[in-house]
């Protein structure tokens, strides 16, 4: 079946899509042999996702420090509680490695707030924001990418909640774990959609939105 695909999505139609969740294990990594045991792990998967979060901050020219590193597979997903663990050899392990295919949004973004809290050379990252533009897609956010390509809403509800709280709640978790994972989703559905040929762009020129989150 032909999917039928827009270079701008709506953004009116989102919120009444069905919501989009991982539905995997989440694992919470709070030490140094956590996040051994879990880079481990993670460098043996055919494909991650990556994504970052940061506490908001709601005075002008003060930005904290990102405090979470959520990387997932297609089944579970580990949060890096990074004000916890810091950027430890393992995680620096992790983001350097070249072996693995790794996927991520506005990944640059992410590199410079992990720069701020420690140095490391960048492995091979594949920018969906570059990929997405060979079907003809010009939206750069995760949500409406996602909703474009699978017709469901990746919901933002956490996005500015504190990600340095002493413990967080179930909604923060899925909702990091949900972004990572999403990333995987739409990188494999991109490689789908360009080897077989089977959809159609729909070139739409009322949409001024810039959101790349």
């Given amino acids: 079946m032909t999917k039928i695909i827009f270079n701008k999505f709506d ?74 663990t810091g950027l430890n050899a393992h995680l620096v392990r992790l983001l350097q490695d070249t072996t693995v295919t790794k996927v991520a949004l506005s990944w640059n973004d992410d590199i410079n707030s992990l720069h701020r809290i420690g140095q490391f050379n960048v492995g091979h990252f594949i920018e969906i924001q570059d990929i997405v533009k ?20 990746i919901s933002k509800r956490q996005q500015l909640s504190n990600w340095e709280a002493n413990i967080l709640n179930d909604k923060q978790k899925m909702y990091a774990a949900t972004d990572a994972w999403a990333c995987i989703n739409i990188y494999n559905e991109i490689v789908s959609l360009k080897k077989e040929g089977n959809y159609n762009l729909v070139v739409k020129e009322d949409n001024d939105e810039k959101d790349i989150s």
């Fill in 11 to 84: 953004k009116t139609r989102i919120p009444s899509l069905p919501v989009a969740q991982f539905e995997g294990r989440i694992v919470v990594v709070l030490n140094e042999a956590e996040a051994e045991k879990a880079v481990d792990y993670l460098l043996t998967q055919p494909i991650l996702g990556f994504d970052t979060e940061t506490r908001p901050s709601f005075s002008r020219g003060h930005q904290h420090r990102v405090a979470l590193l959520q990387v997932a597979t297609k089944d579970v997903c580990f949060l890096f509680r990074l004000n916890y």
């Fill in 134 to 153: 060979d079907l003809g897609i010009e939206d750069m956010s995760l949500q409406k990418i996602y909703a474009n390509l699978f017709g469901m809403k």
